[in-house]
């Protein structure tokens, strides 16, 4: 007998959708092993980190089949920092380049990939705030050839910043919001990057300041490039060394790189944030406090949404008892289970187990009876004919197109005879395509990246059908109403139902009930 509430850890690995894509994962190790590897960090009075850095980085790197060399560039720093970087390289594979002066950042990485022999190079910073555990996702991309250069980023499904006071992330989002025309990669003010030396060869990089990384991705000479998230870290040990000279040389850069831009043409690069390959680790990382925060504490429009939209879903579940046992598949966070009626039991159901165990933990704490299970929609780890209901909320479009049928079938074969389905997703025949636009460029979070499966209320219908489902409704809801409630949450939940009754189509989400004959 399980215990209430109990979390419970799948008893079989998640698999790597790599593994089905690539057959010749055997010849790739051995090929991996041959490559030489080259991670640049610029220092200067970083005594305090770069002792615990040098070992960390080593350790995250152990099992990449690679040679790895750290490359320290040190500016002469008065705190000792390129001797004690000396004393800890005796235990490792590491090269110091000593410098007359203060020089740089940009600079001594560019000094940094000049001196290096390895095929690969990379930079990030000496202060701890890139946390070494990303350094496989970023580097393997590029071992597998399946991209040339892999940034790491605070600003895709994934990504984030610990604490930052509001003035940081106004000027953080700004300087992205500049840089968009010359790259598609949402977060070209990365410190922490990689790439094939190839990209630079012949490339005159010549940045002042701490952005290198934009230029590279302008200059650089590559046709993929790929995100990978990672959440930054605000600095442990020492202080920053932002000042209004580098906004100074960031301006500068800008303009010079813009120019550059319209002078030269350079190869088509085709950017992913995301691909098949990465879509189960994308969401393994992803923090679910990020989430939960937009759910519980957003502003009144991003309130009213979800509040909303929990309601409209609550109100197709009528006939939910307290003998009703309940999935809620890509639970997220776990508040639309905390809003379920009194009932026997309900899995919170998620690919990332870190967030169903959030999930769980938090509705155990309402006194809700809630077992997790970290799942793939599309292989259910449960009997056949075991729920009364099962929920997916805005979850289908996060899912490649080609796993939707099975994500269907799995659902029915779970479900009770007579059991229900109720779904919503973003209906891409109404303002919502516009509205993803510019929230995508506005916000860390790009829904064009994220949202890979595309539906409107005619998709969802015949997918429903196609699965064998008897469809009970298909409608949609929202129109302005959220953007009404920023003003006001009254007058916006009158005008909701106005639309509901005079736009039956126009919604910008889609819900669906189904049954299980």
């Known amino acids: 007998m399980e215990e209430k509430g109990q979390y419970k850890k799948l008893p079989f690995p998640l698999p790597n959708p790599s593994n089905f894509l690539n057959k010749s994962n055997s010849h790739r190790a051995n090929t991996m092993k041959k490559q030489a590897l080259s991670i640049v960090i610029p220092t200067y009075n970083e005594r305090g980190n770069i002792e615990k850095l040098i070992p960390q980085v080593f350790k995250s790197c152990k099992g990449l089949g690679a040679a790895v060399e750290v490359v320290i560039v040190d500016d002469n720093s ?31 990485v560019i000094q940094g990939f000049a001196e290096s022999e390895s095929d690969i190079v990379g930079a990030m910073d000496a202060d701890l705030s890139h946390p070494t555990q990303v350094l496989p996702e970023l580097i393997r991309p ?14 895709i499904r994934g990504g984030g910043v610990e604490v930052w006071p509001f ?86 850069n800008l303009i010079v790189l813009t120019a550059y831009k319209l002078t030269h043409r350079t190869p088509k690069k085709v950017y992913h ?8 680790e994308t969401y393994n990382n992803l923090d679910p406090r990020i989430y939960y925060d937009a759910l519980s504490t957003g502003n009144k429009g991003q309130s009213f949404w979800h509040q909303q939209k929990f309601a409209e879903v609550l109100n197709e579940a009528t006939d939910i008892k307290p003998s009703s046992v309940i999935a809620d598949i890509g639970c997220g966070p776990g508040v639309f289970i905390s809003k379920l009626p009194k009932n026997k ?57 080609e796993l939707e049928a099975k994500a269907l079938s799995e659902v029915k074969r779970v479900l009770k005879p007579g059991g229900q389905f109720v779904m919503t997703t973003p209906n891409y025949r109404s303002a919502w395509p516009i509205i993803e ?16 499966n595309r539906k409107n209320p005619y998709s969802v219908r015949k997918s429903l059908a196609a699965s064998g489902f008897k469809i009970e409704t298909v409608r949609t809801f929202f129109v302005v109403s959220p953007f009404v409630a920023l003003v006001s949450q009254s007058l916006a939940r009158k005008i909701m139902a106005l639309e509901k009754a005079i736009l039956p189509g126009l919604g910008l989400l889609v819900l669906a009930k189904a049954e299980k004959t």
């Open 273 to 280: 944030a995301r691909s098949l390959s990465n879509y189960y």
């Open 78 to 108: 008065p705190d000792g920092t390129g001797k004690l970087a000396e004393e800890v390289g005796k235990k490792y594979n590491v090269k110091v380049i000593h410098r007359s002066g203060k020089l740089g950042l940009a600079s001594a």
């Open 437 to 452: 636009y510019f929230w995508s460029r506005m916000n860390p979070v790009d829904y064009m990246e994220q949202h890979i």
């Open 142 to 155: 590029i071992l597998k050839g399946e991209a040339e250069v892999v940034v790491g980023s605070r600003y």
């Open 167 to 252: 003035h940081r992330k106004l000027i953080s989002g700004v300087a992205t919001l500049m840089a968009r025309h010359l790259t598609k990669v949402k977060d070209p003010m990365s410190g922490i990057f990689f790439l094939r030396k190839s990209v630079i060869d012949g490339v005159n990089l010549n940045a002042k300041g701490y952005k290198i990384g934009l230029e590279v991705l302008v200059k650089g000479k590559y046709s993929r490039v790929s995100e990978v998230p990672y959440v930054f870290r605000n600095r442990f040990v020492g202080k920053s060394k932002l000042t209004l000279m580098e906004y100074v040389h960031y301006l500068r």
């Open 345 to 401: 039991l309900t899995y919170a159901v998620d690919v990332s187990e870190q967030t169903v165990k959030f999930a769980t933990e938090l509705n155990k704490k309402l006194g809700k009876n809630v077992k997790g299970t970290a799942a793939l929609a599309e292989k259910l780890p449960f009997a056949d004919n075991l729920f009364d209901y099962v929920f997916m909320i805005e979850v289908i479009e996060h899912m490649p197109p």
